[in-house]
């Protein structure tokens, strides 16, 4: 009898471990960062379609931050020249006003957004202002909104905007047009977090998946609807052993971000930041920072498994680093490699990146291409423009 309560009480502590780490009922997902997966993106990826964009001397672009797709065209920021217009076959079509100080001019744009209750272009100033175009490029207006720092911001309904302040608390200022002011604020952080994080990400915290509004803050482990003016918890990200939980750290101490980052690894491979949100009907897709480097958290929800696929190591340092880049495996060998998603907030079921031509062996694997996406991918030159990607999940 002893034994037949002991193997009961050994079953039930077996279960309840699997249903807390890995089941729907709590929305919870559990990712093994120490036995990383032996399969590379490849294996999850349906097709790779690439659009080569025009390259000219009136559309010159360095560096793409965001890209929407409306209407038969790509809408495309680059962070220093402005925002592009290009037809699906990427052929340039029109460059949105231009930079200066003067009436429907601007200088740095943080962010963009297609308002579709209006059909209008908003443009986001870093100080919170708006200017609004016609999608045919032609100044309208501006909304006035101060505030000392804005990255991103999220059109949710005719309304009512989010905005996502990089470098302040509350994180999140959900914003009314109709009363001009903030009615509601999210997440706030421990002082002195922002100045001190190890890790300054650069996606932003919302993306949608279908018709949900989905926030992650990228230095939490848990993700949000964002439903009824509220943010409800989705499900959570379990690294089991590895997780972040940024109360758990004193940031008022005098110390620079290598200080904490440091404190942060010293006794365990600590997640410390998710970019390149993504989540389709199968697929949620996460770029996390760890001790050595960068991966990607990628977890079927069909099949309800998660996988850990290393990326790059020391990620940090080889940024802009081109003798370090001679040392990373090329996408051929290592398998295909993602960048910034660019179509966080289009709801759409493929991930849309661009690729500097410098590095297009780093990020794209051209075993995986067909016929027509192999040619194009030979003929992108180095001194072409960043040329698009569409990555299909299998379905």
Not at 132 to 150: A, H, P, Q, R
Request: net charge neutral.
């Amino acid at each position: 009898m002893k034994d037949v309560i002991l193997n009961c009480l050994g079953l039930l502590i077996t279960v309840s471990l699997v249903i807390s780490c890995a089941t729907k009922e709590d929305e919870t997902y559990c990712i093994k960062i120490d036995s990383p997966s032996t399969h590379s993106l490849d294996k999850f990826l349906d097709r790779v379609e690439l659009i080569p964009l025009e390259t000219t001397d009136a559309n010159l672009i360095k560096n793409i931050t965001k890209v929407v797709f409306y209407r038969d065209e790509y809408y495309i920021k680059d962070i220093y020249e402005g925002l592009f217009v290009f037809d699906t076959t990427g052929h340039f079509i029109r460059k949105i006003g231009r930079k200066g100080s003067g009436p429907g001019e601007y200088g740095y744009i943080s962010d963009f957004c297609i308002n579709k209750f209006t059909s209008t272009l908003e443009l986001l100033g870093p100080r919170g202002d708006i200017m609004i175009f016609g999608l045919d490029g032609k100044y309208v207006n501006k909304l006035t909104y101060k505030s000392i720092e804005v990255s991103n911001f999220l059109i949710v309904s005719e309304d009512l905007i989010l905005f996502y302040h990089q470098s302040q608390t509350p994180a999140l200022s959900l914003y009314s047009r109709s009363s001009q002011k903030v009615i509601k604020s999210f997440f706030d952080l421990p002082e002195n977090f922002v100045r001190r994080r190890p890790f300054f990400l650069i996606s932003p915290p919302f993306y949608l998946s279908g018709n949900d509004t989905l926030i992650h803050y990228g230095y939490t482990n848990e993700i949000y609807t964002f439903r009824n003016l509220s943010i409800e918890k989705r499900n959570s990200l379990n690294f089991k052993g590895h997780n972040f939980n940024m109360k758990d750290f004193n940031w008022s101490l005098d110390y620079d971000k290598n200080y904490y980052r440091e404190l942060l690894w010293s006794e365990r491979n600590v997640v410390i930041g998710f970019n390149n949100h993504f989540e389709n009907e199968r697929f949620i897709l996460k770029q996390i920072y760890y001790q050595e480097g960068s991966g990607l958290v990628l977890i079927d929800k069909k099949e309800g498994k998660s996988f850990f696929i290393p990326a790059f190591k020391n990620l940090s340092q080889i940024r802009n680093d081109e003798v370090s880049w001679q040392n990373v495996t090329s996408a051929s060998v290592n398998g295909t490699r993602i960048g910034l998603v660019l179509n966080w907030d289009s709801g759409e079921d493929y991930i849309l990146t661009s690729v500097d031509p410098a590095k297009k062996d780093f990020y794209i694997n051209p075993n995986t291409l067909d016929s027509v996406n192999y040619d194009k991918f030979k003929k992108i030159g180095l001194s072409d423009n960043p040329f698009l990607v569409k990555y299909y999940f299998k379905p």
